[in-house]
């Protein structure tokens, strides 16, 4: 099992007091520290919004694409590199409503990839 800290960034988190992202985040660093999944071998991918926060939360490599486009980078970068394991973190619009599309798709190419959605 890996430290925590070793997953902790240097930026200021910015979400309200009590919010469910912080479990989220939590969850996240506790599961890679067990998996022992070193930053350098995982990806964060988002959109725009209070999820799509969580990349800059997290010491690993990161890409914050547009509203409702998280699926597609990601999909891509786990298609370039296979050893990498890629997360999806995304609200419940980005996912469902202005993303649902490239949603369908994920499930029907059935990538290997994590996708954590917030009900914000």
């Known amino acids: 099992m890996l430290e925590l800290n070793l997953y902790k960034s240097n930026d200021e988190i910015a979400w309200c007091p009590g919010c469910g992202n912080f479990g989220i985040l939590a969850a996240i660093k506790e599961a890679l520290s067990e998996l022992e999944l070193k930053p ?9 919004g209070q999820a799509a926060k969580t990349p800059h939360y997290l010491k690993a490599n990161g890409f914050n694409g547009l509203h409702g486009r998280a699926l597609p980078p990601a999909q891509a970068i786990k298609m370039v590199n296979k050893n990498l394991k890629v997360i999806i973190t ?31």
């Open 90 to 120: 995304s609200g419940d619009g980005d996912s469902y409503g202005e993303g649902g599309n490239h949603f369908i798709h994920n499930i029907r190419r059935n990538v290997d990839m994590v996708h954590l959605v917030h009900n914000n």
């Open 40 to 48: 350098e071998d995982v990806v964060m991918v988002s959109g725009i």
